[in-house]
């Protein structure tokens, strides 16, 4: 039946989450794998022909195993440098494969068989380092349960996820992973989002809370309606996205790419003056030279140089994925550490996007518990996210609100009522003002002057009460930005609250720039001039009505994407969870995965280059030539590629 749903999904063009476990079984360790029997068997027989070759008369034998060490070791790689020559682009394989022939026709069979041996062991290094990107793509679809407890007319039924559909219940037990994004509709649990978000504490989840696949659920019964596809979960987004960063290349990648296409033919040109011109011009020993000609070829194999880019772009990019960060391919990885500005959008970004009331101030011979009894007995009946703040905080005092009669809402600025016998208001100055209702206006301009919302309270007569709210700041953002200012990076706000709430905020965040009363479209403008005056421009906002914002700067942080498809389809970068700290980490991520970007290129280069010198006057082997200058290297490059993955 899997095999069945498996080509269900392939004609549609889809692969979900537990089907692309399939496709992407990982390897067995690598001492199980095909490639180390090969390793293990050509060792033995080389092994052996140089004994026949060092201590032996019967060096025919010797000649006969290193032939076998090619054709075992070596069969695939001549065979794709036979191909690469037949379609005229060269590669090391074509050059190991010239090699190994010219040593066995000047009778140096044992270096022949090494230079096969060595850059087939090289090559099962740069196939392991692969395995490993790929594993961290295999993580996360092992993630995701292959089946499901299905509730239908109250009975429970283990079904494949395929089957499960969205409007189905399923029932999560505990310790069990959620096998698709869903509501609860019953139960209360604690739910382990880490494989997801990288949040190191479990979320307290009961109805009405939003789940996701791939999670934990650690200690109760949930009963979960589904609300997405298999191919539609937040992981299988995340798994699309984390796929196609790795196929994506970088700059710098795309370079060395491009130089290593034209390096090869070059080095080709170079061996073959090295062979042809001291024996020809000078009347040197021609197998001399066609020796040192072929050290040259097998030194200047651009290995090492064509995997220094890509293994460590994959290092970053699933290091960054095991932390709850999505990055869209190289590119923004590379781009990240040139920042020289950072823009964010306050709402939901700097702050938490939920206003709070900081202040009740009671006049008028009223007490703050009256004023506030009032203030949420009218507010109970309002929609408006202030409303919620207030009865939020009347609650949080344990005031319970009174009965109120004739309610009345004024659109835009405020609510009217009576209760305990008289008439009460609730709203803005231009309602007051309309109202006739005398009001401190220098109390408020304070208020004001500390970015806060002011809410009046009034009777008939006069004003009884001032409530301040607030949008209340994210503890992370003091340090986010002061760390970005420490580096040198200018810190910019854009929002569209009033100027005085954003002056406010600027102030306490201690922000190089801040730009106020904006629409989306304004903040696209705002970015553009940034743009203009800065070489590189990084915007961090909620990746819904900042999308144009997002898009219009070299790169685009998403947070708080958990649950928002318009983020993580929008934006270069998405933070998973509301964590502004990851900004940090992201640019540290950056800087560090390009030094070892460098580290790779110029090791390869600076040894290459020297073994390619010591190649003329003969001072090196071919054999040496391979272990030092390929396997060796390529092994050292991986082995550093790997460090990125300890950044936290």
Request: hydrophobic share 45%; with cysteine.
């Amino acid at each position: 039946m899997k095999h069945r749903e498996k080509e269900d999904q392939h004609s549609h063009g889809t692969v979900c989450s537990t089907c692309g476990k399939e496709e992407l079984d990982l390897k067995d360790p690598l001492w199980k794998q095909k490639g180390m029997l090969i390793v293990a068997l050509s060792g033995v027989i080389f092994a052996a022909g140089l004994y026949f070759e060092i201590f032996t008369p019967y060096r025919w034998v010797a000649q006969g195993l290193f032939l076998l060490v090619v054709l075992i070791a070596g069969h695939g790689i001549i065979k794709r440098g036979v191909l690469a020559l037949w379609r005229r682009r060269l590669d090391m394989n074509f050059l190991m494969t010239i090699a190994a022939t010219g040593a066995f026709l000047i009778g140096h069979g044992e270096e022949g068989a090494a230079v096969i041996y060595l850059f087939y062991i090289a090559e099962l290094l740069e196939d392991y380092a692969a395995e490993r990107a790929k594993r961290s793509v295999g993580e996360l679809l092992s993630l995701a349960p292959e089946t499901a407890t299905l509730k239908r007319d109250g009975k429970e039924q283990v079904v494949h996820v395929h089957q499960v559909r969205a409007g189905d219940i399923i029932v999560v037990k505990p310790g069990d992973r959620i096998p698709r994004d869903g509501i609860v509709v019953h139960g209360t649990s604690s739910v382990n989002q880490a494989p997801i978000t990288g949040e190191s504490m479990p979320v307290l989840k009961t109805e009405g809370s939003q789940v996701f696949a791939g999670t934990i659920n650690e200690e109760g019964y949930l009963e979960i309606k589904v609300t997405k596809g298999s191919e539609e979960t937040i992981l299988s987004k995340i798994i699309k996205i984390v796929e196609e960063a790795q196929r994506e290349k970088s700059p710098t990648e795309a370079f060395i790419n491009r130089f290593a296409r034209y390096y090869t033919p070059v080095v080709v040109g170079l061996a073959f003056l090295v062979m042809t011109v001291p024996p020809l011009l000078l009347g040197w020993p021609f197998s001399e030279w066609f020796y040192r000609a072929l050290v040259l070829l097998v030194v200047a194999c651009p290995c090492a140089l064509a995997i220094s880019t890509p293994v460590s772009m994959v290092s970053g990019i699933t290091s960054a994925a095991r932390n709850g960060v999505l990055i869209k391919g190289g590119t923004y990885l590379e781009e990240l550490r040139k920042a020289r500005v950072v823009v964010f959008d306050k709402t939901g970004t700097l702050t938490e996007g939920t206003p709070e009331v900081t202040d009740v101030m009671a006049l008028n011979n009223y007490s703050k518990e009256k004023l506030l009894q009032i203030a949420a007995s009218l507010e109970a009946r309002s929609k408006h996210p202030l409303a919620d703040a207030i009865v939020a905080k009347a609650k949080e005092e344990g005031i319970e609100p009174c009965a109120i009669h004739n309610f009345r809402s004024v659109t835009g600025k405020g609510l009217t009522a009576d209760l305990e016998g008289g008439t009460f208001y609730i709203g803005n100055r231009s309602f007051f003002k309309e109202e006739s209702i005398e009001f401190p206006e220098e109390l408020l301009e304070r208020f004001e002057d500390e970015g806060k919302t002011v809410v009046l309270v009034g009777n008939s007569e006069h004003c009884i009460g001032i409530i301040a709210l607030m949008d209340r700041i994210r503890p992370a953002s003091f340090e986010v930005v002061r760390r970005l200012k420490r580096s040198g990076i200018k810190t910019v706000m854009l929002t569209g609250d009033n100027e005085r709430v954003a002056r406010a905020i600027a102030k306490r965040l201690a922000l190089d720039e801040y730009y106020s009363e904006l629409l989306p479209e304004d903040k696209v403008s705002a970015i553009e001039e940034l743009l203009k005056t800065h070489e590189h421009v990084v915007m961090i906002g909620d990746g819904v009505n900042d999308a144009p914002a997002l898009a219009r700067a070299h790169v685009g942080i998403a947070m708080g994407a958990i649950g928002s498809d318009v983020a993580i389809d929008t934006a270069d970068v998405v933070l998973m969870e509301d964590d502004l700290s990851k900004v940090n980490y992201l640019i540290r991520l950056s800087k560090r995965t390009m030094a070892v970007v460098k580290q790779n290129i110029v090791a390869s280069i600076t040894i290459k280059g020297s073994l390619a010198i010591l190649a003329f006057p003969g001072v090196i082997s071919l054999w040496l030539a391979v272990a030092a200058g390929d396997m060796g290297l390529s092994l050292a490059v991986i082995l550093n590629a790997l460090r990125i993955g300890s950044i936290r």
